[in-house]
Nanobody
C-alpha cells in the first residue's frame, strides 16, 4: 500500500512557475508508476503527466507538453511536477497518484492510490 501527500500548491502569476511534490510512504512506491492529474471547478479530473517506476519513461498531456515536467526520486520516495509558464486557466486541484503497475498509465482508473490534492491558482 502507498500513502501520498502533495505539497507545493499556491498562487502563481500568469507565466509563472511552481513545483509540486508528492511524498509517498509505503514500501511499494519504488515499484509504482506515478501520475499527476488535475481537476478544475466544474470539470472532470484530467490526466497531466505520468512516469514509470524507475523514471526512465515519462508522458505528458499535449496541453502541458514542453511546460510541465514530471520526475521522481526513489531515494526520497517523492515524485514532482515542475510547472512552468502556468496559465490562469490551469487553476485546479492537482493530485498525485500511484498505480499498481511499473509502467506509465494515462487512465486514472489504473491508479489505486491518491493523495488529497493541492490547490494551484493561476492569477492573470
Amino acid at each position: 500500500q502507498v500513502q501520498l501527500v502533495e505539497s507545493g500548491g499556491g498562487s502563481v502569476q500568469d507565466g509563472g512557475s511552481l513545483r509540486l511534490s508528492c511524498a509517498a510512504s509505503g514500501r511499494t512506491f519504488r515499484r509504482s508508476g506515478m501520475g499527476w492529474f488535475r481537476q478544475a471547478p466544474g470539470k472532470e479530473r484530467e490526466f497531466v503527466a505520468a512516469i514509470s517506476w524507475y523514471g526512465g519513461i515519462t508522458y505528458s498531456a499535449d496541453s502541458v507538453k514542453g511546460r510541465f515536467t514530471i520526475s521522481r526520486d526513489n531515494d526520497k520516495n517523492t515524485a514532482y511536477l515542475e510547472m512552468n509558464s502556468v496559465k490562469p486557466e490551469e487553476t485546479a486541484v492537482y493530485y498525485c497518484a500511484a498505480s499498481e503497475t511499473t509502467s506509465i498509465e494515462l487512465n486514472q482508473h489504473r491508479y489505486a492510490y491518491w493523495g488529497q490534492g493541492t490547490q494551484v491558482t493561476g492569477c492573470s
